[in-house]
């Protein structure tokens, strides 16, 4: 969701490499008919997106690795300690350090309270996202 958000919230997002990858799934799996009802009512079409795994080629492709939850954000530093000054939480954006929880399995419910609350963070962390992703 953060991912389809973020664009959504982008006024220029053509000069943008944004992606979204998952530190425990697989490739190729389909968006969830909940999330994809939740995206929807923000005027946004997931339906195409696939699962991707993270890699280091992802992340070494990338300015600024933004996770939802702190222990995805501790498993890539740990993983990839060369690259650990790129990754950060989405909350850190605002200023905050709190994980997002995961709805997936949970009703409709939470997933609409998850991206209400990623929407928050990219809004209120718009700026710092913008100055760390073009550094």
């Known amino acids: 969701m953060a991912e389809f958000l ?3 919230l982008l006024t220029d997002s053509s000069s943008w490499q944004i992606t979204s990858a998952g530190t425990y799934t697989q490739n190729g799996l389909r968006t969830n008919n ?19 795994i993270v890699t280091r080629r992802k992340l070494q492709n990338h300015n600024l690795v933004l996770c939802l ?22 909350s850190e954006m605002a200023g905050e350090t709190e994980s997002i ?3 997936i399995g949970g009703p409709l419910v939470e997933y609409q309270a998850a991206a209400r609350e990623i929407r928050d963070y990219l809004i209120r962390g718009y700026d710092r996202i913008i100055d760390l992703a073009e550094d």
Do not use: C
């Open 34 to 52: 909940e999330v994809l009802t939740v995206l929807k009512s923000y005027g946004i079409d997931a339906s195409t997106h696939r699962s991707k």
């Open 6 to 8: 973020f664009r959504d």
């Open 101 to 103: 929880a995961d709805p």
């Open 69 to 90: 939850a702190s222990n995805h954000k501790e498993a890539l530093r740990t993983e990839f300690p060369d690259l650990k000054d790129r990754i950060y939480l989405l």
